[in-house]
């Protein structure tokens, strides 16, 4: 079974440029989730789909951060204008619904 | 509120020691579930375990074990005779069965010396 997919895995860009991440998740999981890490820190949840409608979405900075799932299988994170401080990995998860959450490698990006 | 408290921010032992992973948790619903991912170098979060609020009984897979104790609101997590390979962040987590979101433990980060 093909595990969650996302790309890229490293990205660098400028601060006030924008960036898009994708994912692909497992198969049959409703459940999608995105979630920002911090070095040296746990990951902390972005947003939450449930098919291609969201669940929570309190903790996006809806000022520069979107995200959309359509078609409600792969889903889109991005961010603009990036700030120095959305430096983090980016990880996507896919669950069923009240399962454990099957994480993708997940991106690095670097806002320099 | 809902949190959950790792407070060992690093551990380092010789190979071959055991060492115990301490997690502690808060929630007031009496549904709910816990889990422990560990994050290797690569950085991918993997699953190890998820234990139910109504399943009190100890697991133990392979050199991993986990003692779940309501009393004292703790999920910890201890390797059996570690190895380097061993070596990663351990988190902790908890769900509510309204949302299944993950609330995150800060990690542990266990360095396993040759």
């Known amino acids: 079974e093909a595990g969650v997919a996302q790309s890229p895995r490293y990205k660098i860009i400028e601060k006030r440029q924008s960036v898009a991440f994708w994912c692909n998740p497992i198969s049959g999981h409703a459940t999608l989730y995105w979630y920002q890490q911090i070095l040296g820190q746990g990951p902390k949840l972005l947003i939450q789909f449930q098919n291609n409608g969201v669940v929570d979405d309190s903790q996006l900075p809806k000022d520069r951060f979107s995200a959309e799932r359509l078609k409600g299988v792969d889903s889109t994170l991005k961010i603009q204008p990036a700030k120095l401080e959305d430096s983090a990995v980016y990880l996507c998860?896919?669950?069923?619904?009240?399962?454990?959450?099957?994480f993708g490698q997940g991106t690095r990006l670097t806002v320099v | 509120a809902q949190k959950v408290t790792q407070a060992q921010t690093e551990i380092s032992v010789v190979e071959k020691e055991d060492v115990t992973l301490d997690c502690v948790y808060e929630t007031r619903d009496t549904t709910y579930y816990l889990f422990w991912y560990k994050q290797p170098p690569s950085g991918e979060l993997v699953f190890l375990i998820r234990?139910?609020?109504?399943d009190e009984q100890n697991e133990i897979s392979g050199r991993y074990s986990w003692n779940f104790q309501k009393s004292t609101s703790s999920f910890n997590f201890t390797i059996t005779a570690s190895q380097v390979v061993d070596s990663a962040v351990y988190f902790c987590a908890l769900s509510m069965d309204s949302n299944y979101q993950l609330i995150w433990g800060a990690g542990t980060k266990l360095i396993i010396k040759p």
């Open positions: 234990r139910n609020s109504f």
């Open positions: 998860a896919s669950s069923l619904a009240g399962g454990e959450a099957f």
